[in-house]
């Protein structure tokens, strides 16, 4: 059973690969009656686009998106959404000296394995570009979250060993990191130029807060909200871990430092990242997750090609320093995904 | 739409409650002709049984596990395995107290919130007692991956602040905390009895080992071999992070320092902890959790009753100190059960 | 993907052998609050239990369900419904002969063939007795169904050449048969008692109605509220064909002679069986089922053995002589679980 | 949990309105390696199209089908297959006048009793057009078949009350209504000719024949391989009734009757249809479908208004006397989907 649904009632399939003709994805389950316009769609893919951000790739694309179903006079009808974004600045050739070689820290080696062909051109299904799909559904997983009252922001805390000192949610977008503390991110800036230079790549933390969530939602005991979380974050290419809350920190607590007290007026803290027992529990949500750094990196590694001979190789082409800060329209648009669809199974219970 | 089941091809559904008359679990899409015995599944249901290991509570529940179906003459026959655990030593009367207060770190106001209703006593389906059913066929899923070489170890590597300082998987059975370097657990030994005295619980950090993977597992784009990994783990009641190979750390290297070379051996690191773009690479695959405190602790805490009034509690009874070491045996029952399912869903495509 | 779980959000996985341990069934989805007690769903086991109606096999099962799980105090609580009956009577020493032989008409020869393993005592998981599971979790369904308004009734509308010359509803009760029409219900009997006696067995038409089911349940496109019946029905073993409304004689008719006209008092004939584009519309729901005459007759057949060798076999033991009357609370089980997924289904998109 | 997927392993998505930009199907699940172009697929599109047949309508749709993602160089990689089929003949404006109006047989009622809201034009997602997209994905899943050697055929037997008298399989391809027996089908087009005179439209029935089926396919208790089918043929707008073998005729006869002797050649007779216990039975496969005549008729017919307002309706426009032949194609594709789906399935357990 292949992998490219995520959902059970708010339900999206993506396809496409980096250098095919396009990507896209269909929603499948959601309400009618929801406003919706290619336009709103477009604000989310256009902070997920090449060529912004500071340590951004200069491939152009316009992602432009276009909805070919499931709307009806700027409403969607409960039928399927099909969402189509083209492809238009594939430079498939670029790719041809790596077609015999598996580049280190991509999957260029495991789709191999695992199907016994590839598309290698730019990575095929594993690239980033394949995310853009995700951004897509995920403006759409937002408006219905929105009608609900629930927001969701995602920003950096941490580039490399460079971490926030505060998270004032006004500086975010004031900055091309979307960081929370502007005097960090200049520092930020400052850092992927060094890096860049040394022809290498760098990593990051990204935190995704969650506000207005209904406490509910959730299905224990494998579907926990917590657990669909750390599956949506971590199916993101360059994610390598997913905490909430006190995160690894609680691990180093002892029961009574970690529980949140209880009072008339609410929780007193919040390590538990707003979720008990895999149920949310109506304060904010808050999940973080560790991104690797780009594997692609100018500087010289060494390698295999199909032969299993070594080789040397040297990533050229249009590549970002780091996956921030353009992973984070993508994380947001994950959590999106996993509550719009928790908000729905909750409903599908609640009002017997 | 409710989530008590786990997995695609090989898939399990759990049931019951801490203080009802049972847990059990039922797996549908079990291969046949797998040998299997109720001996070989009580093994698991020993090392997680209450009353073992370091700080465990001293409830005393055989946990005899029996095979309903799906067996004959000892062999699995296709058909689904129903696995029975009765629950004989339940003193619900002991949680008489609790029916009208919300344990501070635990479902109790979540369950109510989401359902609208709950079975209060022992924490009903939120208890760690649900995970009986995990490792029973998790059990089941460590059968069919030994047959395909596959073998999966967890270990204790931190209890609070106190880690191992190497990983001897040869010393793991010889101490009751399931600890990879002997001397450390007689510190860890040590911390649990001075926390025990100050009415306090500790957390961890649990690393999760699976050596024989065979390349090729994970389902691109969404059930990725990580994100289902993370979801499994995450799915377990006190875990609060997780991570594979380099994890957390990743997110301070750069790429020269995070990739993994590729030589005619193999892999000259694993930092990628056997997972490229979401599918197992041949390697080691490597997975950490972050292991909160058990909160229901002796010491009094603020909380609030039924009616949103201030109560202060203290959580006598049987509890452990920490959920290590109890929850190694359930975070191998996760894992095992994700690579079962994978291992399955690529052999629906591989043999084409 | 193994295929013992019906349902998306009403969600039933059963499992069991004829001549297991037990049979039973787990409701995942269940809503919470819904009053719930063994004695409840007894009635309709007994029903369908070995021993009752007209032509049925002498075989005595006490079938007496326990729940395990997912009430509490006589409601249920969301959590998964655990159903158990344990089955007493099975003389599995009486199949030893049939170990080497395939059955005609039966799955002997297909299980073998998919699974390379059969338990092929009472025919395994292939026999009727699996359906006492569905039965059980039917009447949960039923229970949800009737708190919502909803009631599905099967009854007898032809066995063998002998049809019902009405469909008098309060009449099914009065006879063995569950026959709308207690005349023909004493033709039919006797008929059963010339079957019998010819060591051969008899098949039939049921016809299922439902009644007060509201307009908007099915998903197209391929979860159309018939597309789904037909499959709930057809999976019971004795089925052979599944026409809804006009069904089969829609074939013969003109659109003008097949569209019911709309009136503003409502539609003004119910060819379409209540179902519109594969949505209910608030109509009657009607369904009908070919059910084949068993295949275990007394009577002497030709076969082959595992060796492929011909053989003759007369089929002894305790046999049906129709699968009517005992088929009729499984139909209406099937089509409670259909309809208590969908009412969930639609509970989930309507309420936004 | 919406219903515009089909299938578990071999998964399909399909999207799209009659009278908006697209309709189109994502193929999740197809092995890497088979050989693929939009040649083939326009193959079965051609057979499907307007115009063709018969009792056709004259809208005139190219029906081009594009393949945007999944394959490379001419083969299927296993990553999502996307197909595209961009409506070109759209008159949205001749369904103005039915904005406010219910078709009789149609599902303007029920979509809007479901959803709230419809896209009324040309029926929207309750179209025969949404079929286009069925056709494109099940012309990839007999190509997955015949690389398995199975072979599915649907051909006319039944036009109203004109029967074929021989299934002469080589003259199917010879006349426009796909049917086996080309002197009846000169009869059956005289038929359409009357009834088109007569403003009416006509029903009948399909046969659907697979050959070469392995022995095993089919996943019991729910998901039996008849099950399935019937779920996959009913989907299918105009069809009211399914049946498997002897279908509704076992109903009349004894089981000495309806039971296939075994015999080492073979089963003696093929009254099962090729499926025992819901698992084929390496016989032909052999299903029929009643279809229901057109609901959009020339005559005038009673209906109501959004005001549940009387009124008379005539409806005009280009439409299709019967749904047979164009039907055909799409009845082949939805045996092919369930065929290959469980070919797959089946793969998942059997190389333990």
């Known amino acids: 059973m292949a992998g490219n649904t995520f959902g059970t009632v708010f339900k999206v399939t993506t396809w496409g690969e980096s250098h095919g003709t396009a990507v896209g994805a269909t929603i499948d389950g959601c309400p009618p009656g929801l406003e919706l316009s290619e336009k709103e769609i477009q604000k989310d893919m256009d902070r997920r686009r090449p060529g912004t951000g500071g340590g951004a790739s200069p491939r152009k694309e316009p992602d432009k998106v276009e909805i070919l179903s499931g709307t009806y006079e700027g409403l969607t009808t409960g039928t399927p959404i099909s969402l189509l974004i083209y492809n238009k600045d594939a430079h498939s050739k670029s790719y041809n000296h790596l077609k015999n070689i598996f580049r280190p820290g991509h999957g260029d080696i495991t789709y191999l394995k695992k199907y016994g062909i590839r598309d290698h051109r730019g990575g095929g299904r594993a690239s980033a570009r394949e995310t853009a799909a995700r951004v897509a559904a995920g403006a759409v997983a937002k408006k219905l979250l929105g009608k609900n009252g629930v927001q969701v922001i995602a920003y950096t805390v941490a580039l490399g060993s460079i971490e926030v000192k505060k998270r004032a949610l006004d500086e975010i977008t004031g900055n091309r990191l979307f960081c929370p503390d502007t005097a960090t991110a200049a520092l930020m800036e400052e850092k992927i130029d060094t890096v860049r230079n040394n022809k290498d790549t760098l990593g990051g933390i990204v935190e995704i807060l969650t506000r207005g969530c209904p406490a509910g939602l959730g299905e224990p005991v494998f579907d926990k909200l917590d657990a669909e ?124």
Chains 1, 2, 3, 4 share one sequence.
């Open 229 to 352: 979380l750390a599956k949506a974050l971590m199916s993101i290419g360059a994610v390598k871990g997913v905490e909430i809350g006190a995160g690894f920190e609680a691990a180093l607590l002892t029961g009574s430092q970690n529980n949140d007290p209880l009072t008339p007026e609410g929780f007193k803290s919040n390590r538990s990242g707003g979720i008990l027992a895999g149920i949310s529990n109506g304060d904010d949500i808050v999940a973080r997750v560790a991104v690797k750094p780009i594997p692609s990196i100018a500087m010289e590694q060494e390698t295999v090609d199909l032969d299993n001979k070594p080789v040397k190789i040297k990533i050229g082409g249009r590549h970002d320093i780091s996956a921030i800060p353009r992973i984070i329209p993508v994380c947001e648009a994950m959590v999106a995904l996993t509550l719009a669809d928790h908000l729905m199974r909750q409903k599908a219970i609640s009002s017997f």
